[in-house]
């Protein structure tokens, strides 16, 4: 009987050969990520809002500088990680007064005063931009900035007419 030696000798190295490759026992894993801080945004009802002074008199004006004081307030609606939100009131000045919000409507002689904040502080129109801020901490979630607008007579006589002021505010947070 004769034995092929070939098939067999073939046999034998394949299942030497092929004995598996032991692999890694070790690797590494990457993870990246980000995490936002939390953001605000004035009240829906403070984006666009005309604050209406009460009617008055050039007569008024005889015994006061000021006439019509109207409390308001500006609310900023925040993620519950925000702790303080700033109020920045931007504006032009009264040419008769740098501290009142100019008029552009047809009465002379008279600005907007507007207060704001504990003591309700004067925001001055022509101000530095701290002097011009309120900075509130919030609330379960808001911050709500207590603030007035009135008449104010500036330098010269106070004429009837009509009252226009804009004013812009903005806020930033942390």
């Not at 092929?4 to 692999?23: C, D, E, H, K, Y």
């Not at 050039?58 to 702790?83: H, K, M, N």
């Not at 919030?138 to 006589?157: E, Q």
């Amino acid at each position: 009987m004769k034995i092929q030696t070939l098939p067999l000798i073939l046999a034998v190295s394949a299942a030497i050969t092929g004995a598996p490759v032991n692999a890694a026992t070790t690797g590494s894993l990457s993870f990246t990520g980000l995490v936002n801080g939390g953001t605000c945004n004035l009240a829906a009802g403070d984006v666009s809002r005309t604050i209406t002074l009460p009617t008055v008199k050039v007569a008024d004006f005889d015994s006061s500088l000021y006439v019509g004081v109207t409390p308001f307030q500006v609310t900023a609606e925040c993620e519950s990680d925000i702790r303080n939100v700033t109020f920045l009131f931007t504006g032009t000045a009264d040419s008769g007064n740098g501290l009142l919000f100019n008029n552009t409507g047809s009465a002379t002689g008279l600005g907007v005063w507007l207060r704001a904040g504990p003591g309700a502080a004067t925001i001055p129109a022509n101000g530095t931009e701290l002097e011009r801020s309120r900075t509130v901490a919030t609330t379960a979630s808001k911050a709500v900035l207590d603030a007035s607008a009135a008449y104010h007579k500036n330098t010269a006589a106070v004429g009837r007419g009509t009252l226009v002021s804009a004013v812009t505010l903005s806020i930033t947070y942390d």
